[in-house]
C-alpha cells in the first residue's frame, strides 16, 4: 500500500505565496509520476501540476508561470511552489501518486486565497 500525506495548506492574501508538501510512503516503485490537484467548491477536482521520475514537467494552462512542482525521488517528496496566488486557486489540493497502473490520493489540505 502506499500513503501521502499533503501539509503546507493555510490562508493566504491575493499575490502572496504558498509551499505544499506530499510525503509518500509504503510501497513506492522507483517509476512513478506525482502530481498535485485540486477541486473547488462546487467544481470537478482538476490537474494542477504532474512530474515523472525523470523530471518531467506538466502544468495546467491557468497555473503556468506561477506555479513550479518539484520531488526529491531520494525522499519520496513532492512539493508545490505556489506563486502569485489568486483568489480562484482557492480550493482544496491533492496529491496523488500513480504507479503500476493505480492510483493513490492524499487526504488534501485546504488552500484559501483571501484579503
Known amino acids: 500500500q502506499v500513503q501521502l500525506v499533503e501539509s503546507g495548506g493555510g490562508l493566504v492574501q491575493p499575490g502572496g505565496s504558498l509551499r505544499l508538501s506530499c510525503a509518500a510512503s509504503?510501497?513506492?516503485?522507483?517509476?512513478?509520476?506525482l502530481g498535485w490537484y485540486r477541486q473547488a467548491p462546487g467544481k470537478q477536482r482538476e490537474l494542477v501540476a504532474t512530474?515523472?521520475?525523470?523530471?518531467?514537467?506538466n502544468y495546467a494552462d491557468s497555473v503556468k508561470g506561477r506555479f513550479t512542482v518539484s520531488r526529491d525521488n531520494a525522499k519520496n517528496t513532492v512539493s508545490l511552489q505556489m506563486n502569485s496566488l489568486k483568489t480562484e486557486d482557492t480550493a482544496v489540493y491533492y496529491c496523488?501518486?500513480?504507479?503500476?497502473?493505480?492510483?493513490?490520493w492524499g487526504q488534501g489540505t485546504p488552500v484559501t486565497v483571501s484579503s
Open positions: 496523488k501518486l500513480r504507479q503500476a497502473l493505480r492510483e493513490y
Open positions: 509504503g510501497n513506492i516503485f522507483s517509476n512513478n509520476v
Open positions: 512530474i515523472t521520475a525523470g523530471g518531467v514537467r
